[in-house]
């Protein structure tokens, strides 16, 4: 395992929610930006949602007021909440940590999440 592991996915029925869960071993968590994204398989990766250092967040437009992204400096995890799913939800959720200065970037293996009834 690298030092970002997400899990948490599994198969949730249309307009039902999810919780998935980014853990990290990463010195300095707290400065890092986190992302959530998404990919399909033959599709571009997707950004989701974001919460920089500062807390602040933003979401794609396709998952504002469905998704909540949030972190926990202290345990060094980040969680992506998801709720009324659509099929179209269905891909497989990355967890990236970014760092500025100095550069630096991790990204998980992903978890896979499935709506379908």
């Known amino acids: 395992q690298g030092p970002v592991v997400e899990f948490g996915g599994g198969l949730v029925q249309p307009g039902g929610s999810l919780k998935v869960t980014c853990v990290c071993d990463?010195?300095?968590?707290?400065?890092?930006?986190i992302q959530w994204s998404r990919q399909v398989p033959g599709k571009e990766r997707e950004l989701v949602a974001s919460i920089g250092r500062d807390h602040r967040r933003n979401y794609a437009d396709s998952v504002v007021g469905r998704f909540t992204v949030s972190r926990d400096n202290t345990k060094t995890m980040s969680f992506l909440e998801m709720s009324d799913l659509e099929p179209e939800d269905t891909a497989r959720y990355f967890c990236?940590?970014?760092?500025?200065?100095?550069?630096?970037?991790?990204w998980g293996k992903g978890t896979l999440v499935t709506v379908s009834s």
């Open positions: 990463i010195r300095d968590f707290y400065a890092y930006e």
């Open positions: 990236g940590l970014r760092l500025n200065t100095p550069p630096r970037e991790y």
